[in-house]
T-cell receptor, first 114, second 117 residues
Framework: DSGVTQTPKHLITATGQRVTLRCSPR?????VYWYQQSLDQGLQFLIH???????AKGNILERFSAQQFPDLHSELNLSSLELGDSALYFC?????????????FGPGTRLTVL | AQKITQTQPGMFVQEKEAVTLDCTYD???????LFWYKQPSSGEMIFLIY??????QNATEGRYSLNFQKARKSANLVISASQLGDSAMYFC??????????????FGKGTHLIIQP
């Protein structure tokens, strides 16, 4: 158990809908990262938040957004969902977000868009 | 160009043998970190081992060691005395920048390791 929690574990929804994925980092970690794992794209970095502020964006679509709250939990919002958004979404946390920090991953949320 | 290359899509290994999983990387940043993660069929990503670009010695964590050859830009994972529970996908990943880098990890495509009894 990495100490990072994600809810829900599974999510099934329809095209055009909007969903919110939730992540709680390990106790003491200030940085939260979101990743998408799909069969065709592999594991891709989406976005990084540090202590409530956005630090870096990766291959995140404009339909997707995220935020980190004062209690450090984070939410990833996916809207106008398409079939291709079906994937495993991970969040990871690290202490401060430095290059040497180890990122510990949550169990993931499996999103299926029908 | 791919930043992380894992050339072995799949490997079959006999139980108790040592395994080497290959990883080469590409960066012009002198400061970077290399990570290996294990993803069993249940789907979670498990951190195994980390090597920093300035580390003088190869990293070790229990049965895992990292064969770091900086000049060749390779960071191979070695698993000693493999066990059935080692069967999983293994991902090599890199993060560039020591303190200024805020980007996430860049992952390779992974190696599917199957340990046979």
């Amino acid at each position: 158990d990495s100490g990072v929690t994600q809810t829900p574990k599974h999510l099934i929804t329809a095209t055009g809908q909007r969903v919110t994925l939730r992540c709680s980092p390990r106790s003491g970690d200030l940085s939260v990262y979101w990743y998408q794992q799909s069969l065709d794209q592999g594991l891709q970095f989406l976005i990084h938040y540090y202590n409530g502020e956005e630090r870096a964006k990766g291959n995140i679509l404009e339909r997707f957004s995220a935020q980190q709250f004062p209690d450090l939990h984070s939410e990833l919002n996916l809207s106008s969902l398409e079939l291709g958004d079906s994937a495993l979404y991970f969040c990871a946390s690290s202490v401060v977000g430095a290059g040497t920090d180890t990122q510990y991953f949550g169990p993931g949320t499996r999103l299926t868009v029908l | 160009a791919q930043k992380i290359t894992q050339t072995q899509p799949g490997m079959f290994v006999q139980e108790k043998e040592a395994v080497t999983l290959d990883c080469t990387y590409d960066t012009s940043d002198p400061s970077y970190g290399l990570f290996w993660y294990k993803q069993p069929s249940s789907g979670e990503m498990i951190f195994l081992i980390y090597q920093g670009s300035y580390d003088q010695q190869n990293a070790t964590e229990g049965r895992y060691s990292l064969n770091f050859q900086k000049a060749r830009k390779s960071a191979n994972l070695v698993i000693s005395a493999s066990q059935l529970g080692d069967s999983a996908m293994y991902f090599c990943a890199m993060r560039e920048g020591r303190w200024g880098g805020a980007d996430g990890l860049t992952f390779g495509k992974g190696t599917h390791l199957i340990i046979q009894p």
